[in-house]
């Protein structure tokens, strides 16, 4: 099976502007979850889709948002870009409907900068 | 924020040596998960273990969950110079969303 894709893999934008990310899960995997990842505060968790659905929601301001489409694929969105907003944003596919949990598979992530 | 905490931050130890790395969590768990990064790339999965289970190996890699600490460790026997890496502790609260939160991270060197 195909890994999970991120597209693009490198990113600079402006501050101010907007950027969408995209992300194609395993084939099969229902789940897309999206991390940040920064030096300062490590890893942590933007959201979660199933089945077109959001299921859960980190500690983020509005400006990130996120979509699933019924392919699976998922985009997630900034708007209005602040330099913090620098990182490197990983996207993970699961099947998602194990009771006890499932291992989530990482794509290579996106890393954006904001000038 | 995050989870818990790590121990050390930061590892360096022989070729051949093995490297035991320490987490530590707060709240009840699902599932403990632990993932190795290399240099600002994707993580790949390593091993999982449920609440349920004390210990579980794959490998060269061994996990133990201590539920009533709240505390996992990763073992890595005979390391290789490949091994260097960052290596992550995740907990799944299983609250019907695959939300993982964490650790900081241990930075392991291998020297060859």
């Known amino acids: 099976k195909a890994g999970v894709t991120q597209t693009p893999r490198y990113l600079i934008k402006t501050r101010g502007q907007q950027v969408t990310l995209s992300c194609s899960p395993i084939s099969g995997h229902r789940s897309v979850s999206w991390y940040q990842q920064t030096p300062g505060q490590g890893l942590q968790f933007l959201f979660e889709y199933f089945s077109e659905t959001q299921r859960n929601k980190g500690n983020f301001p509005g400006r990130f948002s996120g979509r699933q489409f019924s392919n699976s694929r998922s985009e997630m969105n900034v708007s209005t870009l602040e330099l913090g907003d620098s990182a490197l944003y990983l996207c993970a596919s699961s099947s998602g409907i194990v009771r006890g949990g499932v291992e989530q598979y990482f794509g290579p992530g996106t890393r954006l900068t904001v000038t | 924020s995050q989870q818990g905490e790590e121990d050390p931050q930061a590892l360096s130890i022989q070729e051949g040596e093995n490297a035991t790395m320490n987490c530590s969590y707060k709240?009840?768990?699902?599932?403990l998960q632990w993932y190795r990064q290399n240099s600002g790339r994707g993580l790949v999965h390593l091993i999982l273990?449920?609440?349920?289970?004390r210990e579980k190996h794959s490998g060269r890699l061994r996990v133990t969950l201590d539920t009533s600490k709240k505390s996992s460790s990763l073992l890595i026997t005979a390391s290789r110079a490949a091994d260097t890496a960052s290596y992550f502790c995740a907990t799944d609260a299983g609250q019907g969303a695959q939300k993982l939160v964490f650790g900081q991270g241990t930075r392991l060197t291998i020297n060859p």
């Open positions: 709240t009840s768990i699902n599932n």
């Open positions: 273990i449920r609440s349920n289970e």
